[in-house]
């Protein structure tokens, strides 16, 4: 027997092709989803937008009045810094002011940690002179007739 020469269309219902309205529903519901997450998405955007914004507010209505009371202040500021070892064998750099209410700032010097070092292989060193002597060859030339 055969399959190939027979008209399948009877035997397959009609519940098997998806209607118009079906598809028209699928797509409607499909572009609604999307719409859905496209503006749960622009939501946080305008969220994390607003955020930023009153923080950066906050941060310079802070750092305009910390500015106004230091310009009030009137004083040189020296950053702290943790030191290892004593401070006995470093050099100390004073400020002094011709004011007597101000008193006088001192800190320890520090070296630049941005400066490389330069290597011991160039440094200024004296030249150690381990040159061999030469000595000069005494040959002899005998002459022979």
Sequence with gaps: ??????????????????SRSLLEWRRRVKSEYMRLRQLKR?????????????????????????NTEWSKLRIQAIPVSTFSG???????CAVEFGFPEFNSQAIPMKPLSTVAGIPFMYS???LQHNFMKVQPLRTIITVCS
């Design 1 to 18: 027997m055969c399959v190939a020469n027979q008209d399948l269309s009877g035997i397959r219902p009609d519940s098997f092709t998806p």
């Design 42 to 66: 622009l939501k946080k955007v305008d969220k994390v937008k607003s955020l930023f914004m009153s923080n950066r507010q906050k941060i310079e209505l802070q750092t305009n009045l910390l």
């Design 86 to 92: 004593s401070l006995a064998n470093k050099k100390m």
């Design 124 to 126: 200024w060193s004296p």
